[in-house]
């Protein structure tokens, strides 16, 4: 089994439990739809992110224990929906119009600056030193990130918050240092690396 079949099942079913939640809990105000657009879609494109430029990492190969291991890891993002669709919460405007902005500019990042990653180097190998890359060296993990923190502030609730630190931590970070060191083989990888933020823009003057 791959990788990327954990994660895509994972962001396929999606859409099916946050309506199985609103289901449960006969909670169909405006949070949960709203919650159902942004997640629901992010996981829609998701998927036709993987048909149209997938990332080469998910390929990788694992057991059946780590599948079921990382499907129950991924499955913890769903306590965001749980959380606010069980708790029947009413949810400030400002706040509703705060998660659609931060996940809006989240979904634009992640994805254009993945798309830029794939087909540039289909056609070249080597550095990404311009476009989304220019100032930062990981736009895609950033935009993923701000999607990420969109649905923790939904819920209104600290809990998504630890949760995305812990997949920062273990997951995210470990990545961002992993892919500095397969890059640190080109020359030109030291400069660019003092001119960027691992992360956030890096203003040199």
Same mark, same amino acid.
């Given at each position: 089994?791959? $990788?990327?079949?954990?994660?895509?099942?994972?962001?396929?079913?999606?859409?099916?439990?946050?309506? /199985? $939640?609103?289901?449960?809990?006969?909670?169909?105000?405006?949070?949960?739809?709203?919650?159902?657009?942004?997640?629901?879609?992010?996981?829609?494109?998701?998927?036709?992110?993987?048909?149209? !430029?997938?990332?080469?990492?998910?390929?990788?190969?694992?057991?059946?224990?780590?599948?079921?291991?990382?499907?129950?890891?991924?499955?913890?993002?769903?306590?965001?929906?749980?959380?606010?669709?069980?708790?029947?919460?009413?949810?400030?405007?400002?706040?509703?119009?705060?998660?659609?902005?931060?996940?809006?500019?989240?979904? !634009?990042?992640? !994805?254009?600056?993945?798309?830029?990653?794939?087909?540039?180097?289909?056609?070249?190998?080597?550095?990404?030193?311009?476009?989304?890359?220019?100032?930062?060296?990981?736009?895609?993990?950033?935009?993923?990130?701000?999607?990420?923190?969109? !649905? /923790?502030?939904?819920?209104?609730?600290?809990?998504?918050?630890?949760? $995305? /630190?812990?997949?920062?931590?273990?997951?995210?970070?470990?990545?961002?240092?992993?892919?500095?060191?397969?890059?640190?083989?080109?020359?030109?990888?030291?400069?660019?690396?003092?001119?960027?933020?691992?992360?956030?823009?890096?203003?040199?003057?």
């Amino acid at each position: 089994m791959k $990788l990327n079949q954990i994660i895509n099942f994972h962001k396929g079913l999606t859409p099916l439990v946050v309506v /199985a $939640l609103m289901c449960i809990y006969k909670n169909f105000t405006l949070p949960p739809y709203i919650y159902l657009a942004l997640h629901g879609t992010y996981g829609i494109l998701w998927l036709l992110k993987e048909k149209i !430029f997938p990332d080469p990492y998910f390929k990788e190969e694992i057991n059946i224990p780590t599948s079921i291991a990382g499907f129950i890891f991924l499955g913890s993002y769903w306590i965001s929906p749980y959380i606010l669709i069980s708790s029947q919460k009413t949810i400030p405007i400002p706040i509703i119009a705060s998660c659609i902005s931060i996940n809006i500019i989240g979904v !634009f990042l992640h !994805f254009a600056s993945d798309a830029q990653k794939f087909f540039t180097l289909k056609l070249r190998k080597g550095l990404i030193e311009d476009g989304f890359f220019k100032k930062v060296r990981n736009t895609n993990y950033l935009g993923e990130i701000l999607i990420y923190i969109s !649905f /923790a502030l939904l819920s209104l609730n600290i809990i998504p918050f630890l949760v $995305l /630190a812990i997949f920062f931590f273990i997951v995210f970070l470990p990545r961002m240092y992993k892919k500095d060191k397969s890059l640190s083989k080109y020359e030109s990888f030291s400069v660019y690396k003092n001119k960027t933020g691992l992360l956030f823009p890096k203003f040199n003057g």
